[in-house]
């Protein structure tokens, strides 16, 4: 082979290999990342944003009257940092707000015992206070029902069985993700086939609103339950049905009064009645049901972008709340760390190319509701004819949440989008000394990052830390299950990945929609 040609093809290569490693390595903006981190870090005010969410606006129940005020809040909050176009925006006919305005559950005989617990939502209230009887009645299949016939009326029915309670579950806490853990998170490279549909429900078993209807047709006067099992921790949701009849009015009303009882009193109260003796209880519950079916609604604001304004990225976290708690780390930790973020990169100032739009969603935990119909209004889905891809769809890069309790970010998941991998290795690169080092191509599920995954957006949630103490959909999610130093570098990531996901030179790109 003559000299020249080898030289030109060593010339050839190296552009071609320039040109490729141009490609594959994204820029990081070191400068910016460094006030990010200054800002957050030195001057953060996440745990002040949690702390009002929590402390002082509490539960979160969508369309609840709870939420509606710590919506107003959300919104003025955001103007505050200097978001733009900040709106209320309706998402669907949703149903009537419920709240609770008081809760009250004693055991008065064999033994007086203040009892903790607190009313499924979408429940009616007592006839004030009362005083009855407590009776066992666990309904499986409709040939049960003969057996409690006529032995119902006026009291209280146990409706679930006793729960084995984890005692060890408290003082073995929560573990944070090892190095071992985070690799084989990333070396679990076989994305899994989909579930397989499960076998058609027995028809002779009965359905939780058909035992409920039983037990109001009795005369029954309450119903009590218990699920969960953790020590001390009442879990409850709402009443059977409720999607079904989208949260209606009517059948709240002629629905019972229905309690989630911590499993310590539960338990206490269905091994008496198991020895053939009596229990007397007193309860007394207030509800608000709304009158008329109103529209659920996401808060959203945005820092706009400059010449490619039109592109968006997205920040968010669901704003709604099961009602028992303020449910701190599910999910005021993540609307926290998401306005914390937009806040830094106003405090630094900013000039994102693309727009940077947070959204704090409601009807998250009755089915990813504001999230999946924001996603169908604003950017349409390929795969819903009714619902074609807006011009913004393609304009859209991608969508990042923070949902998997409180703990601090240790890597993302890809959600099977491999061509993600290296722009997100690259903004991942300034935050190793945080412990962010894992990318996973897995996908993960259950909250709103799904709603873009499911159109073909790019959508993603972290991978993080279980933290002690976080409680989701539990009566005892308080400020107190929140680490502040978690939560700060959380918003300093998601301040630096929107921002890069702003500046970079593509948008995110998409994997095949299937
Ligand atoms: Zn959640």
Same mark, same amino acid.
């Given at each position: 082979?003559?000299?020249?040609?080898?030289?030109?093809?060593?010339?050839?290569?190296?552009?071609?290999f320039?040109a490729? $490693?141009?490609?594959?390595?994204?820029?990081?903006?070191?400068?910016?990342? $460094?006030?990010?981190r200054e800002?957050? *870090?030195?001057?953060s005010?996440?745990? !002040?944003?949690?702390?009002?969410?929590?402390?002082?606006?509490?539960?979160?129940?969508?369309?609840?009257?709870?939420?509606?005020?710590?919506?107003?809040?959300?919104?003025?909050k955001?103007? =505050?940092?200097?978001? @733009?176009n900040v709106?209320i925006?309706?998402?669907m006919?949703?149903?009537?707000?419920?709240?609770n !305005?008081?809760?009250?559950l004693?055991?008065? @005989? /064999?033994?007086?015992?203040p009892?903790?617990?607190?009313?499924?939502?979408?429940t009616?209230?007592?006839?004030g206070?009362?005083?009855? /009887?407590?009776v066992?009645?666990?309904l499986?299949?409709?040939?049960d029902?003969?057996k409690?016939?006529?032995?119902?009326?006026? $009291?209280?029915?146990?409706a679930?069985p006793? *729960?084995?309670?984890n005692?060890?579950?408290?003082a073995?806490g929560?573990?944070?993700?090892t190095?071992e853990?985070?690799k084989?998170?990333?070396?679990?490279?076989?994305? /899994?086939a989909?579930r397989?549909?499960?076998?058609p429900p027995?028809p002779?078993?009965?359905k939780?609103? @058909?035992? %409920?209807?039983?037990?109001?047709a =009795?005369?029954?006067?309450?119903?009590?339950q218990?699920?969960?099992?953790?020590?001390g921790?009442?879990?409850?949701?709402?009443?059977?049905?409720?999607? !079904? !009849?989208?949260?209606?009015?009517?059948?709240?009303?002629e629905?019972?009064? %229905?309690?989630?009882v911590?499993?310590?009193?539960?338990n206490?109260m269905?091994?008496?009645?198991?020895?053939?003796?009596?229990?007397?209880i007193?309860?007394?519950?207030?509800n608000r049901?709304? =009158?008329?079916?109103?529209?659920?609604a996401?808060?959203v604001?945005?820092?706009?972008?400059?010449?490619?304004?039109?592109e968006?990225?997205?920040?968010?976290?669901h704003?709604?709340s099961?009602?028992?708690?303020?449910n701190?780390?599910?999910? #005021? $930790?993540?609307c926290?760390?998401?306005?914390?973020?937009?806040?830094?990169?106003?405090?630094?100032?900013?000039?994102?190319?693309?727009? %940077?739009?947070?959204?704090?969603?409601?009807?998250e =935990?009755?089915?990813?509701?504001?999230?999946?119909?924001?996603?169908?209004?604003?950017?349409?889905?390929?795969?819903?004819p009714?619902?074609p891809?807006?011009?913004?769809?393609?304009?859209?890069? #991608?969508?990042?949440n923070?949902?998997?309790?409180?703990?601090?970010?240790?890597g993302i998941?890809?959600?099977?989008?491999?061509?993600a991998?290296?722009?997100?290795a690259?903004?991942m690169e300034?935050?190793r000394?945080?412990?962010?080092?894992?990318?996973?191509?897995?996908?993960?599920?259950?909250?709103?990052h799904?709603?873009?995954?499911a159109?073909?957006?790019?959508g993603?949630?972290? %991978?993080?830390?279980?933290?002690a103490?976080?409680?989701?959909?539990?009566?005892?999610?308080?400020?107190?299950? *929140?680490a502040?130093e978690?939560?700060?570098k959380?918003?300093?990531?998601? #301040?630096?990945?929107?921002?890069?996901?702003?500046? #970079?030179? @593509?948008?995110v790109p998409?994997?095949t929609l299937?």
């Open positions: 082979m003559k000299p020249f040609p080898r030289i030109l093809a060593a010339i050839s290569l190296v552009i071609v320039g490729f $490693a141009s490609d594959q390595t994204p820029t990081v903006d070191w400068g910016t990342v $460094a006030k990010i800002e957050g *870090l030195q001057r005010q996440v745990m !002040d944003i949690a702390g009002y969410i929590v402390d002082v606006l509490g539960a979160r129940l969508t369309n609840s009257e709870d939420m509606k005020r710590a919506q107003a809040w959300a919104k003025g955001m103007g =505050e940092l200097g978001l @733009e709106v925006e309706p998402f006919d949703y149903g009537v707000t419920w709240d !305005d008081y809760f009250s004693h055991m008065l @005989e /064999p033994d007086y015992q009892m903790t617990g607190f009313p499924l939502s979408h009616p209230g007592t006839q206070r009362i005083a009855c /009887p407590a066992v009645a666990e499986q299949t409709k040939a029902l003969a409690f016939k006529g032995k119902l009326k006026g $009291a209280a029915v146990l679930s006793p *729960l084995a309670i005692q060890a579950s408290l073995a929560v573990a944070r993700l190095d853990d985070l084989k998170l990333q070396e679990n490279v076989v994305p /899994p989909p397989a549909t499960p076998p027995n002779d078993l009965l939780p609103e @058909e035992k %409920i209807a039983f037990f109001k =009795e005369g029954a006067v309450a119903v009590l218990c699920d969960g099992g953790r020590p921790v009442v879990v409850g949701f709402a009443r059977p049905g409720t999607k !079904d !009849d989208k949260w209606s009015r009517e059948k709240s009303l629905s019972l009064p %229905i309690v989630a911590t499993p310590e009193h539960y206490r269905y091994r008496i009645l198991k020895r053939g003796l009596a229990v007397k007193e309860v007394e519950i207030r049901i709304g =009158e008329k079916a109103e529209k659920a996401n808060v604001g945005e820092i706009p972008g400059t010449d490619l304004k039109d968006v990225v997205m920040l968010g976290a704003f709604d099961w009602h028992a708690s303020p701190a780390s599910d999910d #005021a $930790a993540g926290a760390v998401a306005l914390e973020a937009a806040r830094i990169l106003k405090a630094i100032g900013a000039k994102p190319r693309r727009t %940077i739009r947070v959204a704090l969603w409601g009807g =935990e009755q089915g990813l509701y504001g999230s999946q119909e924001y996603v169908r209004k604003h950017f349409g889905n390929p795969k819903e009714k619902n891809p807006t011009p913004d769809y393609e304009k859209f890069s #991608a969508y990042f923070q949902d998997y309790g409180a703990g601090q970010f240790r998941y890809l959600q099977g989008n491999e061509h991998r290296r722009l997100f690259a903004w300034p935050f000394d945080f412990g962010l080092t894992a990318i996973s191509i897995q996908s993960v599920g259950s909250t709103d799904v709603a873009f995954d159109a073909g957006l790019p993603f949630q972290f %991978i993080q830390d279980r933290i103490g976080t409680a989701g959909h539990t009566n005892l999610d308080f400020l107190d299950t *929140l502040a978690d939560l700060m959380n918003a300093v990531v998601e #301040a630096a990945f929107a921002y890069q996901a702003a500046m #970079a030179d @593509e948008r998409r994997k299937k």
